[in-house]
């Protein structure tokens, strides 16, 4: 998706990009936060809790770091749209029009078989 936006439409990209990666951050923390409350009422062991720990920075924090400082901030709000983790409300409408087509390909994506 190649598109010149202008400095103030840049700066609102960013943002929102910066609101979809806490969103995802903090779903895929309230997972391990739930690893915390079995090891404390003793139904999880320590090593188990801490091999969750290290997946989870291996894996989800690590994936979404890469996704969220690689990809353009079109890109990731278009996805972020598209799967739900902004609302289209949240986007300011013009920039909606513009990311139409994008957010349509998440949209389909996501919902495609796998």
Known sequence: MQRDFG???????????????????????????ASFAEWKSGSL?????SDRIHTFHHGAARALYGLYTRVHPPELVARAVGLGILSESEVPPDLREALTGAIQYYRTESSAPR
């Open 7 to 33: 400095r103030g439409t840049r700066r609102v990209l960013r943002q929102l990009a910066n609101t979809a990666w806490e969103r995802e951050l903090n779903a895929e923390l309230t997972t391990l936060a």
């Open 45 to 49: 062991g320590p090593h188990e809790l």
